[in-house]
């Protein structure tokens, strides 16, 4: 039964072998996907940044026009005006 107990064995690792060896390619697509994911998010983060960059300066150049001539803009104005 010696020989027979081997081969169950062998059987056994097999079997764990290729369920390890799926996991891990299943693992590997997620962390790839997890990946692309993140540089997809880093690029759209860049250019929220510049967006919100573009608005500061804008906002300061308004802000430095309007400290020049004393008006105040009529979007500035509270609503009740």
Do not use: C, W
Not at 65 to 72: C, F, I, L, Y
């Amino acid at each position: 039964m010696n020989g027979v107990e081997n081969v169950a064995d062998i059987d056994t690792l097999a079997r764990d072998m290729v369920e390890l060896q799926n996991q891990m390619a299943f693992q590997e697509d997620t962390v790839e996907a997890l990946n692309e994911a993140i540089a997809a998010q880093q690029i759209e983060i860049s250019l929220l940044k510049r967006q919100l960059e573009l608005l500061k300066q804008r906002q300061d150049e308004q802000g430095a026009a309007s400290d020049e001539s004393g008006e105040v803009p009529a979007n500035d104005r509270p609503p009740h005006y």
